[in-house]
Nanobody
Framework: QVQLVESGGGLVQPGGSLRLSCAVSGRIFRIRDMGWYRQAPGKQRELVASITSGGSTNYRDPVKGRFTISRDNAKNTVYLQMNSLKPEDTAVYYC???????????WGQGTQVTVSS
């Protein structure tokens, strides 16, 4: 079974930093895009950042200049470096891996990020 294991979440003060990681294991056809999403209480899940198999990145405006997404294809792992954290960044963060197989994708279990104020 395909499994995405996330780590790195926690409690941090405004202006602090966290680094999230997501490792993919199990049977999966070659991974295409990977991304990080987040969902705050009472809000819809939203894309934070994504990265292609070739390393091209894309960020949503609220995190531009503060977050950096990267990946290690040999390890099937995606990372999210989060700097200058703000209270509005508080959410459950989920990673996602898209397979080259049409319509096939996988979600991580989510990791809580809390920025206190």
């Amino acid at each position: 079974q395909v499994q995405l294991v996330e780590s790195g979440g926690g409690l941090v003060q405004p202006g602090g930093s966290l680094r999230l990681s997501c490792a993919v294991s199990g049977r999966i056809f070659r991974i295409r895009d990977m991304g990080w999403y987040r969902q705050a209480p009472g809000k819809q899940r939203e894309l934070v950042a994504s990265i292609t198999s070739g390393g091209s990145t894309n960020y949503r405006d609220p995190v531009k200049g503060r977050f950096t997404i990267s990946r290690d294809n040999a390890k099937n792992t995606v990372y999210l470096q989060m700097n200058s954290l703000k209270p509005e960044d508080t959410a459950v963060y989920y990673c996602k891996a898209d397979s080259m197989l049409r319509g096939e994708y996988y979600w991580g279990q989510g990791t809580q990020v809390t920025v206190s104020s």
